[in-house]
């Protein structure tokens, strides 16, 4: 059985103003965010002052909507000192996912106390992964080396061991186009964060890594506390559960979500998991359709034109894991994410 180890809320990000101080690290509730796949590799190389970025490979993909509550009790009992819990509910292609980050707040340095998202629970509960002190500066970082607790994945559980990196590291321009909700260049501050566990597993120690890198881009002009652009790569490697695997998530803040533009294409609908072939369902004619698949990592495997009615079937001759598939008639377009088991 192919296991996935889902990356959607390991961290959940800040707010900053430009060179002025990143002043929260929670946002506004109920903040609603745009989910989004690039059909090329985003660079995040350049840090330090005055530099600029240009993702504008960028696909919608669907939404997710961030809520924050006060802890259960429940929670409490599991998760000791939690004070804030961050809830995030995605939808994909009629696809509803949820997870939620538990923190505690003392004094204004925030903490993660868990992570809980489907089949997966993190428990800090040996010591909690502190990200910083608030408010913050430019150059500003801190490293906790001394990240540890127990998990659960499965039917697998343990401990685990690590530590977590924070740093404001780069200002600059941002620019982003058109994924429905208007394109975007502004003044941001960037954060970085690196969190890295080692896994045990009963008696077996180092049996996985887990390492996640997020770079955050913060407006100064939104008042929400919400970055305008997150990108997170998780990179997990357990052999004891045949994981080998990187998965990309990427999101935009959307500062007037009744402003949405809906997809033009939206009756185009596909077949999911697939297997050798992909079947495309079309309830009116397309003519000269354009149609392009890339891999997670942005690689182009398949484009070609055709028209589009009815069932329309495609060789799928690739690897398991998952694919956009972009549909164009050169006016209006569509993305949908697939599964190849």
């Known amino acids: ?188 501050t960037r954060m970085k964060t690196v969190l890295s566990i080692n896994l045990n597993y009963g008696f077996l120690t180092n049996v996985g890594t887990i390492t996640q890198t997020t770079y955050s881009y913060y407006d100064g002009s939104i008042t929400s506390n919400n970055p305008i652009f997150r990108s997170s790569t998780t990179v997990a490697v357990v052999a004891l559960a045949g994981i080998n695997q990187t998965d990309v998530s990427l999101e935009r803040y959307i500062q007037n979500p009744l402003g949405i533009q809906p997809n033009e294409l939206s009756n185009i609908s596909i077949a999911n998991p697939v297997s050798n072939s992909l079947t495309i369902f079309s309830p009116e004619t397309i003519q000269n359709a354009t149609i392009s698949i890339t891999d997670i990592s942005g690689k182009n495997i398949y484009n070609e034109t055709q028209t589009l009615v009815d069932n329309v079937s495609i060789p799928f001759n690739f690897s398991s894991g998952i694919y956009l598939l972009k549909i164009s008639d050169g006016v209006k377009s569509m993305v949908k994410k697939i599964i190849k088991n």
């Open 1 to 188: 059985m192919k296991r996935t180890l889902l990356s959607t809320v390991l961290f959940i990000t800040i707010c900053a103003f430009g060179q002025a101080p990143i002043n929260s690290f929670y946002g506004d509730n109920n903040s609603n965010f745009a989910v989004l796949a690039s059909a090329t590799t985003l660079d995040h190389s350049a840090s330090g002052a005055n530099q600029t970025w240009n993702f504008n490979s960028l696909l919608a993909l669907g939404t997710s909507v961030r809520t924050y509550t006060t802890p259960t009790a429940a929670e409490l009992s599991s998760f000791a000192g939690t004070t804030n819990v961050i809830n995030n509910t995605s939808t994909i292609n009629s696809t509803t996912t949820t997870g939620k980050m538990l923190t505690k707040d003392v004094s204004n340095t925030i903490s993660v106390t868990g992570i809980e998202s489907s089949g997966l629970t993190i428990n800090f509960s040996t010591n909690n992964a502190t990200i910083g002190l608030f408010p913050m500066n430019y150059n500003y970082s801190n490293t906790d080396s001394n990240v540890s607790g127990t998990y659960n994945y499965d039917t697998y559980s343990g401990t685990f061991t690590g530590n977590l990196v924070t740093t404001v590291d780069a200002y600059g321009t941002l620019s982003l186009n058109d994924t429905g909700n208007g394109a975007y260049s502004g003044s941001v």
